[in-house]
Each structure stands twice: as structure tokens, then as C-alpha cells.
């Protein structure tokens, strides 16, 4: 099993994020300001293309894990706190509901294998089992673990 590169893409995209859009600030008015970030700032620091990094920020956008932040040095913040977005998140909003087999994936019904398969009825604990692994690895998580 391998994640698509697109996906390992907004993981690296969201923890970077993470870094920068999660923290409160204040500013040169001593206002405080939730900090943010954009595409072509997290591309350049990721070193992942920018049209693949825009990409990937409309992706997480329309799932809910960043919102867009209007106005003079506007960009995206993340929509919850790091600790609250999981790797099974971001992975699900770049690839849609997980499912590691056909089988898993009530949407489809495409196995040739289904009316003799002793598997099937299996699959859907080993699917829970993976994306119950992802639900615990946040984005908190994931940068406490890059400073160690």
C-alpha cells in the first residue's frame, strides 16, 4: 500500500501549515491575529510546485481543513486546531473515502472474485483497522515528532 504523491503532497502541504497558520500572534498593534499562510509561501518552504500546492489548497478547502482569510495579507488558516486534523483527513480529502480493496468500498461493485471471496467479509475490519491508524497521527503530532 502507497499513498498517491498527490496525498503525500497535502500531508507535507498541511503539517507545514500547521507550523504557521495554528499559532495565535500579535501583531505591531498588539492585536492579536491568528497567523496564516498562502499556496506560494508553503510551496516555496515545501519545496512542492506551486500548482500542485494551489491544487491541493482548493482540495482542503472544499473538505473543510483550511478556510480562506479575506482581506490585506489575506491567505488560509487552518479551519480546526492541528490536533484536531488527522492524516485520515487530509488523505480522505485528497482521495475520497478510504478503501483499500474494491470490496471495501460500498460505492463500487466491480470485484470478479465477490461470489466466491472468503476475504470480503474481512476486508471491512482490516479498512477500519488502517484508517483508525491515520485518525490517530495529527498534524500536532506530526510536527512535535519532525523537532525530536
Known amino acids: 500500500m502507497r499513498l498517491s504523491s ?13 507550523r504557521h497558520c495554528g499559532h495565535a500572534a500579535v501583531d505591531a498593534a498588539g ?14 518552504e515545501t ?7 494551489q491544487k491541493l489548497v482548493s482540495k482542503l478547502s472544499s473538505a473543510g481543513l483550511i478556510e480562506s482569510v479575506r482581506g490585506a495579507g ?9 490536533a484536531a486534523i488527522s ?3 487530509i488523505i480522505e480529502a485528497v482521495e475520497g473515502p478510504m478503501a483499500m480493496t474494491c470490496c471495501a468500498d460500498d460505492a463500487r461493485d466491480d ?14 475490519h482490516v479498512n477500519n ?16 515528532e519532525a523537532r525530536i
Do not use: W
Open 6 to 18: 498527490l496525498a503525500d503532497y497535502a500531508v507535507v502541504l498541511m503539517t507545514a501549515a500547521a
Open 31 to 44: 492585536k492579536r491575529r491568528i497567523g496564516r499562510s498562502n499556496a506560494r509561501a508553503l510551496s516555496e
Open 47 to 53: 519545496g512542492i510546485p506551486l500548482p500542485t500546492a
Open 74 to 82: 489575506g491567505g488560509f488558516r487552518l479551519a480546526r486546531p492541528p
Open 87 to 89: 492524516m485520515a483527513d
Open 111 to 124: 470485484c470478479a472474485l465477490e461470489t466466491q471471496c472468503h476475504v470480503k467479509p474481512h476486508m471491512a
Open 129 to 144: 483497522a488502517v484508517r483508525g491508524a491515520l485518525d490517530n497521527v495529527t498534524l500536532a503530532s506530526l510536527n512535535q
